[in-house]
Nanobody, 123 residues
Framework: QVQLIESGGGLVQAGGSLRLSCAASGRTGSAYVIAWFRRAPGKERELVAAISSTSATTYQDSVKGRFTMSRDNAKNTAYLQMDNLKPEDTAVYYC?????????????????WGQGTQVTVSS
């Protein structure tokens, strides 16, 4: 199993940018997918973006064109660059991982989770 540590959350004004990082350790020798989920107040956790070991990506429609997910396999780290942030992006963002290459959108497909990092966008 992979252990995950997120960093990079914070408070930003609408239109601003943040970059989240997710550092993986443990069983990182095989192919695995990393995903970012988020949970806004009063809402269920949802997929934001996912990336495979070959850097194929999936994005939620609401973040397409604003968020970019990438990964550095040599550093076992994935990134979520968030630009043009909106108040509705306010949430706790979680990094998750699963073995293999399929970028599932369902959270129960992921077996490793980070502790979460708060992102707050003020209007």
């Amino acid at each position: 199993q992979v252990q995950l540590i997120e960093s990079g959350g914070g408070l930003v004004q609408a239109g601003g940018s943040l970059r989240l990082s997710c550092a993986a350790s443990g069983r990182t020798g095989s192919a695995y997918v990393i995903a970012w989920f988020r949970r806004a107040p009063g809402k269920e956790r949802e997929l934001v973006a996912a990336i495979s070991s070959t850097s194929a990506t999936t994005y939620q429609d609401s973040v397409k064109g604003r968020f970019t997910m990438s990964r550095d396999n040599a550093k076992n780290t994935a990134y979520l660059q968030m630009d043009n942030l909106k108040p509705e992006d306010t949430a706790v963002y979680y990094c998750a991982a699963r073995p293999g290459t399929i970028r599932y959108s369902e959270e129960n497909e992921y077996n490793s989770w980070g502790q979460g990092t708060q992102v707050t966008v003020s209007s």
